[in-house]
């Protein structure tokens, strides 16, 4: 079962400066891909923010988590516009802290590109240079399927890594061996049945 593939905890700008930080979660975040476009909360993933928006079925019944594998099999889209103090931009130093960002993904603030993530265990870190920031500023972070991502590295190994894919019963995604992800979003052996 691929639940809940994508998602970032405890994400905000910072100065090491002066300890000043601004917290970037909340409700004001868009998400979308070719398909689909919900505004939602941050912490959150595609299938909370899209089932709170009425798009999708409850992804925790029945054969709902089968029936909406697509949404983890395409890429997505998290965008948030928010503004920053005057004072905040007087500032020197500037970096931006991921608590937690589920998987692949690349983020970019107003077209500068501030890093790339591909393991969701790690926390990352990344500088940002102050010609980066405005006082209106626009985050996206971009993130590619990790189904794909998993295929591609399997594929770019060329050696085999016991198990391909999980027993069948499960309904799972193959791969996870390729990918530093929770193992439980590619495969899951319970499901709540209406």
Same mark, same amino acid.
């Given at each position: ?18 300890? /000043? ?8 975040? !868009? ?5 689909? $476009?919900?505004? &939602? $909360?941050?912490? &959150? $993933?595609?299938? /909370? ?12 019944? &029945? ?11 395409? @890429?997505?889209?998290?965008? %948030? ?18 608590? #937690?960002?589920? /998987?692949?993904?690349?983020? !970019? ?5 501030? &890093? %790339?993530? @591909? ?11 102050? !010609?980066?920031?405005?006082?209106? @500023? ?9 189904? $794909?991502?998993?295929?591609? #590295?399997? !594929? ?5 890594? =016991?198990?391909?894919? =999980? ?26 049945? =209406?």
């Amino acid at each position: 079962m691929s639940r809940q593939l994508f998602f970032l905890l405890f994400f905000y700008l910072f100065s090491p400066v002066k300890s /000043t930080r601004i917290s970037l979660s909340g409700n004001d975040w !868009t998400i979308s891909n070719l398909n689909y $476009t919900a505004q &939602g $909360t941050v912490p &959150g $993933t595609i299938h /909370t923010i899209l089932l709170a928006a009425k798009q999708i079925p409850d992804p925790y019944l &029945g054969f709902n988590d089968v029936d909406l594998r697509f949404l983890v099999e395409s @890429n997505w889209l998290f965008t %948030k516009k928010f503004n920053l103090p005057s004072d905040f931009l007087g500032l020197n130093d500037f970096s931006i802290y991921l608590e #937690q960002i589920d /998987t692949v993904a690349n983020i !970019t603030l107003n077209d500068c590109l501030l &890093g %790339k993530t @591909n393991n969701m265990f790690v926390r990352y870190l990344f500088n940002i240079s102050k !010609t980066c920031l405005k006082s209106e @500023n626009e985050i996206q972070i971009s993130f590619q399927s990790p189904v $794909t991502y998993a295929l591609e #590295q399997f !594929t770019a190994y060329n050696n085999p890594v =016991p198990p391909d894919c =999980p027993a069948a019963v499960q309904n799972g995604i193959c791969h996870v061996q390729f990918i530093r992800k929770e193992p439980c979003s590619f495969s899951w052996d319970w499901v709540r049945i =209406p």
